[in-house]
C-alpha cells in the first residue's frame, strides 16, 4: 500500500522546502515547534490523503516561489550579458525548461537561462528569399560560440565570487548559493534560423544551438516550439496538461530510489509528450481534476500495450519519438504500474467496501 502521510510530507517538502529550510531562512530556531510554512489548497480538502496527494500532485508550486525563481534567473542572465558586452560579444537572453512553462514540481526550482549570441547566426540554407548569407565574422560558429562559452565562464567566476560557479558540464554553467536564491544554469548558445523562421519570422520556428564543451559541436533544439504547443494545448484544455506532467514528475520524484533510477530515463521532456498526447482524455471540468488520475492510468496502459501507437508519438516540438530508446520503454513500465497503483490506492479510500476496480468511482469524483 502507498504511504499517503509519507507522500504529502515529501510533497510539501519540495513545494515549500522542508521546514527546518523555512525555518532558517525566518531566523528561527531549530527547536521551535511551529511549522511557519503556508498551508496550500490542497492541504485544506476534506478529502482521504490519497486524494489530497493527487490534487496537490497536480498543482502549480506557489507563485510567489516560481517567481523568485525567474526573477534569479533573470539577474544572472543581464549582469552576464552586461559584462560580455566589455569583451565586445553582444547576447540576448532567453528562459527554457520547466520554470518558464510552470510545470516545475519544487518551490526552489533550478532555472534554464539561454544566454545567445547576437551578433552572428546560423541560417538553414538555401534562404528562401534567395540571397546570400554573409557573416563578418568567418569563424566556424563552434569556435564563434566556445568564444561565448569561455568568457561567460571567466566573467560569472569574476563577478560571483562568493557562488559556487561549476563550469564541469557541457552545456551549461551552474551557478548556486552566495547571493542566489536559486539555482541558476547559464547556456550559452545561437540562433538558428530555420525555413520555418524565414517564412514566419516567429520566434516560435526559431532554433537554437546549444555548444557542447568537451565534444567542441552544437547541438540543436527548438525550446520555444515546445514551450508554445505545451502552452497552446494546456489552454485549450483548462490547465489539465500541466497538471498531468506535474503528477508525472512527482509521481517519479517519490518512487524509491531503485525505481527512480530507471524511471528518470523518460526525461521532463519525454514526460510533456506522453501528457500532450493523451488528448480528449484531457477535457475533464476544474471540479472534477481528480479524473486525470484514471484518464493517464488509461493512457499509459495502451501506451505498454500498442507499440505502434506508441512508435508514432513525438515530443512537441516533433523533433524526435518519444520512446527513441529501450530505457525508456522500461521505464514507462515503472511509471504505469506507479499511476496504476495510485489510482487502486485512491479507489480503495473511496470504496473501501469493493472488492473490483471501478475507474468511475475516480473519474466521477467531484471536488
Request: glycine share 4%; hydrophobic share 35%.
Amino acid at each position: 500500500m502507498i504511504d499517503f502521510d509519507k507522500r504529502l510530507k515529501n510533497l510539501k517538502d519540495r513545494r515549500q522546502g522542508t521546514r527546518e529550510l523555512v525555518l532558517l531562512e525566518k531566523g528561527y530556531h531549530s527547536w521551535d515547534s511551529s511549522d511557519y510554512r503556508v498551508q496550500e489548497a490542497y492541504e485544506k480538502l476534506s478529502e482521504s490523503p490519497g486524494v489530497r496527494y493527487a490534487i496537490g500532485a497536480m498543482s502549480a508550486v506557489n507563485p510567489q516561489s516560481t517567481e523568485i525563481s525567474v526573477n534569479e534567473g533573470n539577474r544572472v542572465a543581464d549582469t552576464l550579458i552586461d559584462m560580455l558586452k566589455t569583451a565586445g560579444i553582444n547576447a540576448s537572453k532567453r528562459m527554457q525548461g520547466s520554470v518558464i512553462l510552470d510545470i516545475h514540481i519544487e518551490g526552489h526550482s533550478d532555472v534554464d537561462m539561454l544566454v545567445i549570441l547576437e551578433d552572428t547566426v546560423l541560417v538553414q540554407t538555401p534562404m528562401l528569399d534567395g540571397s546570400t548569407c554573409y557573416a563578418v565574422d568567418q569563424r566556424p560558429m563552434e569556435d564563434i560560440v566556445a568564444e561565448l562559452r569561455c568568457e561567460s565562464e571567466n566573467k560569472l567566476i569574476s563577478r560571483y565570487y562568493a557562488t559556487k560557479v561549476d563550469c564541469s558540464n557541457n552545456k551549461s554553467i551552474a551557478l548556486e548559493g552566495g547571493s542566489l536564491k536559486r539555482k541558476v544554469d547559464i547556456v550559452p548558445s545561437c540562433w538558428y534560423h530555420t525555413h520555418d523562421y524565414q517564412r514566419s519570422r516567429q520566434e516560435h520556428d526559431a532554433g537554437i544551438k546549444i555548444y557542447h564543451k568537451n565534444d567542441h559541436i552544437l547541438i540543436g533544439n527548438f525550446p520555444f516550439k515546445h514551450i508554445r504547443r505545451v502552452n497552446l494545448k494546456d489552454q485549450q484544455y483548462s490547465g489539465n496538461l500541466k497538471k498531468v506532467i506535474r503528477l508525472l514528475k512527482n509521481m517519479i520524484a517519490d518512487m524509491p530510489d531503485y525505481k527512480k533510477s530507471k524511471a528518470k530515463s523518460l526525461s521532463s521532456y519525454d514526460l510533456a509528450g506522453i501528457a500532450y498526447h493523451m488528448n480528449e482524455k484531457l477535457n475533464v471540468p476544474s471540479y472534477m481534476a481528480l479524473s486525470l488520475v484514471e484518464k493517464n492510468r488509461s493512457h499509459l496502459s495502451l501506451l505498454k500495450a500498442s507499440k505502434e501507437y506508441r512508435d508514432s508519438l513525438k515530443v512537441p516540438d516533433d523533433t524526435r519519438k518519444i520512446f527513441d530508446n529501450d530505457d525508456k520503454i522500461n521505464a514507462l513500465d515503472i511509471l504505469s504500474k506507479e499511476v496504476e497503483d495510485l489510482a487502486l490506492a485512491i479507489y480503495k479510500e473511496l470504496r473501501p467496501w469493493s472488492q473490483t476496480y471501478d475507474s468511475n468511482a475516480i473519474t466521477a469524483k467531484v471536488i
